[in-house]
C-alpha cells in the first residue's frame, strides 16, 4: 500500500500568513489522483483539493494545489481564520485507500 | 446537494458485530462508490473499504477478514458490519461518496465497551 508522509505535523502562523503543506508519498501516486481535505474540530473533512492540482467546488483561490508523483504540496496563500485547522491528504490512485497523518495548521 | 448521514448503535460489546448504515439524500447513489472511513485518535484516518452501486466491494486488507459490506439502491443506502470487534476498532465512522470523498456524513462515534 502507498504510505503517505505529511510535513510539518504542526504549523504556527498567523492570519495572513501562506502556509504550504507537504505531502511525500512512498511510491508515485497513479494518475496524480492525490486528494486534500480540512478537517475542523467535531466536523467531518472536507474535499478541498483533487487530482492534486485541481480545487472543489466552492473552495476559494486562495488554496491550491501541486505537485505530482510522489510529491505534493497545499498551499494557502493568505491565512484567513477559518483556515486553522488539520489538513489531510489522501491518495486514490490505487487500492487500499490511504491517508496522511495530517497537519495542524494553529495561530501563532 | 448530496447528503450523507451514519446510523447505528453507539456502544458495542467486545466480540460483537458493529453494523452501521449510512442513508443518501439529495441525489441517487447510482453510479458511485461509497467509502466507509474511521478516524481514531491512535490511527488517524483509516479507509474501511467502499461498495459500487453493482455491489462490488473492496475492503483493507488490515480489516478484509472481518468486515462485509452491502448496498440497497431501492432505499438508497449502503452498510458496514465489522466482526469481532475489540476496543481497538473504537472510533469515529464516516461514510462517504466516490474515490475523493466528497462529502462525508457528519460521523458516528462507536465504542466497543462490556
Known amino acids: 500500500e502507498i504510505v503517505l508522509t505529511q510535513s510539518p505535523g504542526t504549523l504556527s502562523l498567523s492570519p495572513g500568513d501562506r502556509a504550504t503543506l507537504s505531502c511525500r508519498a512512498s511510491q508515485s501516486v497513479n494518475n496524480n489522483y492525490l486528494a486534500w481535505s480540512q478537517q475542523k474540530p467535531g466536523q467531518a473533512p472536507r474535499l478541498l483539493i483533487y487530482g492534486a492540482v485541481n480545487r472543489d467546488t466552492g473552495i476559494p483561490d486562495r488554496f491550491s494545489g501541486s505537485g505530482s508523483g510522489t510529491d505534493f504540496t497545499l498551499t494557502i496563500s493568505r491565512l484567513e481564520p477559518e483556515d486553522f485547522a488539520v489538513y489531510y491528504c489522501h491518495q486514490y490512485g490505487s487500492l487500499p485507500r490511504t491517508f496522511g497523518q495530517g497537519t495542524k495548521v494553529e495561530i501563532k | 446537494q448530496v447528503q450523507l448521514q451514519e446510523s447505528g448503535p453507539g456502544l458495542v460489546k467486545p466480540s460483537e458485530t458493529l453494523s452501521l448504515t449510512c442513508t443518501v439524500s439529495g441525489g441517487s447513489i447510482s453510479n458511485f462508490y461509497w467509502s466507509w472511513i474511521r478516524q481514531s485518535p491512535g490511527k488517524g484516518l483509516e479507509w474501511i473499504g467502499h461498495?459500487?452501486?453493482?455491489?462490488?466491494?473492496s475492503y483493507n486488507p488490515s480489516l478484509k477478514s472481518r468486515v462485509t459490506m452491502s448496498i440497497d439502491t431501492s432505499k438508497n443506502q449502503f452498510s458496514l458490519k465489522l466482526d469481532s470487534v475489540t476496543a481497538a476498532d473504537t472510533a469515529v465512522y464516516f461514510c462517504?461518496?466516490?474515490?475523493?470523498?466528497?462529502?462525508w456524513g457528519q460521523g458516528t462515534l462507536v465504542t466497543v465497551s462490556s
Open positions: 461498495i459500487y452501486h453493482t455491489g462490488s466491494t
Open positions: 462517504a461518496r466516490g474515490v475523493r470523498f466528497d462529502p
